[in-house]
């Protein structure tokens, strides 16, 4: 009997702070999954580092098809995305040594959901 009282506030303590407490409680714990992923998003964003358990999506272009597959290959035996697609014939502007050049490269897109 005197754990059940040492469970049970003292006779004055009001019954509202009792349910606004269990309430707050429950609430939180309802609001975990939502909480998550915001605190992590907040951690990455103050800290400027990568934090696991948020998406990932990363766009490499290369020159040829066969380097495509072996980096595709060396990023999926390290586990590095969850998978990669190999899109052919994407056409890249850009500066070069001040001109524009125009090329035909292979584009990488892994995704990664850790």
């Not at 590095?80 to 190999?86: E, F, P, W, Y």
Request: net charge neutral.
């Amino acid at each position: 009997m005197d754990r059940l009282d040492s469970l049970c506030p003292p006779a004055g303590y009001p019954r509202q702070f009792v349910l606004l407490c269990f309430l707050i409680l429950t609430a939180t714990f309802l609001m975990y999954p939502v909480l998550k992923p915001l605190s992590l998003q907040l951690q990455a964003s103050v800290t400027g580092s990568y934090v696991s358990g948020t998406h990932s999506v990363v766009f490499v272009n290369c020159p040829n098809e066969q380097i495509a597959r072996d980096i595709a290959r060396a990023i999926l035996d390290k586990k590095l995305a969850a998978s990669v697609n190999i899109l052919p014939k994407a056409s890249s502007l850009y500066f070069w040594q001040g001109e524009i050049e125009e090329t035909t490269e292979i584009l990488l897109v892994g995704s990664s959901f850790r």
